[in-house]
């Protein structure tokens, strides 16, 4: 079953908008537990401060990156099924793979860091009852956040390249060997059927094979 043109352009988006907020669920907690470190301190930092909502969003953004995943899992897969018929070879490039991942860093990254800073903003204003601003990237409650977020959003996007590298490269080998197959079939068939094909019939049953002879000559007089 194919997923129709429209439909590919919009998984597109939503798998991205998944990953962003895969990659704002773990930055968010690499930084607190960063802060406050392991064990107990890091769970009750995780309850508290304005983080009740935490444990459901977090499930609900673990479940939109799993369905990204599975989605994009999916598509490869039918994607290496086809060109297994075809006989085709994709060959991954590295540099194509490199050249995409600054790029979608970069998405990332912003994305993630507008989520971020929106969130605790948020955050300390139910708690605090004030607001933050650029603080939660800049400021010395989280003087660690923009590396954490730099090197999340970095891995998600290595990731990603690979996922969009993998898949570009299937289609590529996939055209390729069908614009083959469409070079090799005839145009025209040198001899296209007619109905003139020899008959199978006795030489007699056949049109044209004259009239009987006369009554007179096969019965006796």
């Not at 991205?16 to 990659?23: D, K, M, P, T």
């Not at 897969?77 to 018929?85: D, I, S, T, W």
């Amino acid at each position: 079953m194919r997923v129709p043109g429209v439909l590919r352009r919009r998984i597109r988006p939503l798998a991205f908008w998944a990953l962003a907020g895969v990659s704002l669920l773990v930055a968010h907690d690499a930084v607190i537990f960063v802060q406050v470190g392991p064990g107990a301190e890091l769970s009750r930092a995780l309850r508290s401060g304005g983080h009740d909502y935490w444990g459901v969003a977090s499930g609900l953004l673990l479940l939109a990156g799993l369905l990204g995943a599975l989605v994009s899992g999916i598509r490869i897969r039918r994607l290496r099924h086809a060109a297994g018929r075809l006989n085709a070879t994709p060959r991954l490039r590295g540099r194509r793979l490199a050249a995409r991942i600054p790029g979608m860093w970069l998405r990332l990254f912003t994305v993630v860091a507008i989520g971020f800073t929106v969130q605790e903003n948020v955050e300390h204003l139910v708690d605090h009852s004030h607001l933050i601003g650029t603080g939660a990237l800049l400021g010395p409650e989280y003087p660690l956040a923009l590396p954490i977020l730099g090197l999340i959003t970095l891995l998600a996007a290595v990731g990603a390249a690979l996922v969009v590298s993998v898949e570009r490269e299937l289609v590529s080998a996939i055209a390729t060997a069908l614009a083959g197959i469409r070079r090799r079939a005839p145009r025209s068939l040198r001899r296209p059927p007619t109905d003139d094909a020899p008959s199978r019939l006795p030489v007699l049953a056949r049109r044209g094979a004259g009239r009987a002879p006369p009554v007179s000559l096969v019965t006796p007089g």
